[in-house]
């Protein structure tokens, strides 16, 4: 139990364009969803936090209108990276927070590895 | 500023040895941590958690120790397995905060 997975797994692009990846819990609601970057070498990064049905809350430094994230529903998060550009190119994982199993623990999916060229 | 870090990137040992990963925190508040393990090009898989409350948690070859009083806490697993190869990232949790603060990560490499 507690599978989250990712939609793509990788995705390539041009620059200016936008990209959307999609987090799905797959046998759980997921009151939460979290958006977190990995650049190479380096820790992962957490970008925002969404609640199902509200705003998302962006951490400091991440444009909330360059990375649109919606969760409209207890099972599907998305993350819209708009006008990407090659400095956008990051690895991305979402994970879910499931409240009935656990306040603390987080599952998290596979991974996307956008490129923008 | 890094709230929790991992200060050795890597650690090499042999099948069959213990590798202990360590992980140093400085915010207080922190009430809950984890370990999780990362392959390349996949997300975080959770491997083992301890509360506050706690100092020791074990499970199979993996245990957690937390020493709150110096604000660490280590991994040990015994013995190595060449699967266990991977990068290992300590997490701390701040349930004021509601979010998971990652360490910076030990890449493990485990020999046969």
């Known amino acids: 139990g507690a599978v989250v997975s990712q939609h793509p797994s990788w995705v390539i692009c041009k620059s200016g364009t936008s990209v959307k990846i999609e987090c799905r819990s797959l046998?759980?609601?997921?009151?939460?969803m979290f958006w977190y970057r990995q650049f190479p070498k380096q820790s992962l990064m957490l970008m925002a936090t969404?609640?199902?049905?509200?705003?998302?809350?962006?951490e400091q430094g991440v444009e909330k209108d360059k990375f649109l994230i919606n969760h409209a529903s207890l099972t599907l998060s998305t993350l819209t990276v708009t006008s990407a550009h090659p400095e956008d190119s990051s690895f991305y994982i979402c994970?879910?927070?499931?409240?009935?199993?656990?306040?603390?623990?987080?599952?998290f999916g596979p991974g996307t590895r956008l490129t923008v060229t | 500023d890094q709230q929790v870090k991992q200060n050795s990137p890597s650690l090499s040992v042999q099948e069959g040895r213990i590798s202990i990963l360590n992980c140093d925190y400085t915010?207080?508040?922190?009430?809950?941590f984890l370990w999780y393990k990362k392959y390349p090009a996949e997300g975080p898989t959770f491997l083992i958690s301890?509360?506050?409350?706690?100092d020791k948690n074990e499970d199979g070859r993996f245990t957690v120790f937390l020493n709150k009083s110096a604000k660490h806490l280590s991994l040990h697993i015994v013995p190595s397995q060449p699967g266990d190869s991977a990068v290992y990232f300590c997490?701390?949790?701040?349930?004021?905060?509601?979010?998971?603060?990652f360490g910076g990560g030990t890449r493990l490499m485990v020999k046969p």
């Open positions: 997490a701390a949790y701040n349930n004021a905060g509601n979010m998971l603060t």
């Open positions: 969404s609640n199902e049905g509200s705003k998302a809350t962006y």
């Open positions: 046998d759980f609601q997921a009151t939460t």
């Open positions: 994970s879910a927070r499931d409240l009935l199993r656990s306040p603390y623990e987080q599952y």
């Open positions: 301890i509360s506050s409350i706690k």
């Open positions: 915010n207080s508040m922190f009430d809950y």
